[in-house]
């Protein structure tokens, strides 16, 4: 009864899925595209670039957005050298998703959108691509999903599994609909014993604990040495400290620059200060908010051979984000200053960028508990609090050098839940 009334609302709710589409295609055009993928409807294949005459069901990784689309570059590779033999579907949520997917796996993968959570929309998605198994990541739980893939006699893995005690508290309120789904889970491999915890109180009957995914990243080293050239000509120019607010969220920006300038005001004294927003379709938004403030801007995107150092730089372009933590000398991790979880600090501790984050963390609460008990991370409850700390390690080359490197160490001890899902998934393989 409670899934035909989750159908029902599904229905009811099917126009303002393209109202939803359409309201976001006026910032991202892309959100125009593929409209028949959303409901199933594919125009491809499986692809089998480097696999001539391949006709085997493929393994398909489903990852909602750009970060969880990065995160499975471990998986990939690992899962590549695993089973050549198969051809590679990866599905997404978003334009930014696929963008990025076709970047760094297009070359030897099947990208397509994966439909919304309509019963008929799933079968016909898996119908037609006929995937081995399905791994999907971090915690995306769509019931007809699991339902219809459980019927189809398709094992689907959760891996990389994580659940605040926040949203195990919403789930909970409709466990009538998430608990029967959960338990269609062939296995759940969760970050930490927590998220374990609370996946198994959910529903999930195959439960184990695997680490994050997030600590096996491995970053290009043209990348890293490009942030590196680019600290070489700042410094060279300005002779400034750098400090990064990394991954901002929408409102982030505009608390973090009030409080910028009143602790520096324009002093030729201010460090010298990088933005990069996560969301590529708020740039524009966040360069008029810099300028807004009478700062002088410089934007990535329009830097051609020479790097002018301006009072803030406006990190707008994808792909680079290693390179500006391999730049600066201090990292504060957006999505932690307003209560959106965190964005992913792992990666500049793995490149020894000291990360200061704020009271925020609940996506990341495992690995934010490690962080600061090995001294990785420092966190404070206001910006003032923090940008006082970013001060202090600015002017203390020792205390800014050893959280450095306890950030490597701290990034390379927790390493391995790749592996540890490779172990899992051989049986589906």
Known sequence: MVRWAYRLLLWLGFPLIWLYLLKRSKKQPAYRQFWGERLGYYAVGIDEKDLQGNTLRPIWLHAV?????????????????????????????TPTGRETAQALFGDFSTIVYLPYDYPAAIRRFLQHFRPQCGVVMETEIWPNLLHESAAAKIPLVLANARLSAASFRAYQRISALIAPAMAKWSLVLAQAPADAERLAALGARATKVMGSVKFDHSNNAAIIARGQAWRAALLQQANRPLVLLASSREGEEAAFLAQWQSMYGQTAA?????IVPRHPQRFDAVADLIRSHGLALQRRSQWQQDIVAAEVILGDSMGEMAAWFAASDVCIMGGSLLPFG???FIEACALGCPVLLGPHTFNFAAATAAALAEGAAWQGQTLGEILDKTQQLLLDDTARQAMSAAGVEFANAHRGATARLLDELTTYL
């Open 65 to 93: 957005s750009v970060g969880e689309m990065r995160a499975c570059a471990p998986i990939i590779q690992a899962l590549r050298r695993a089973a050549p033999h198969r051809p590679l579907l990866l599905t997404c949520m």
């Open 270 to 274: 201010a460090p010298l200060l990088i």
């Open 342 to 344: 965190s964005q992913n």
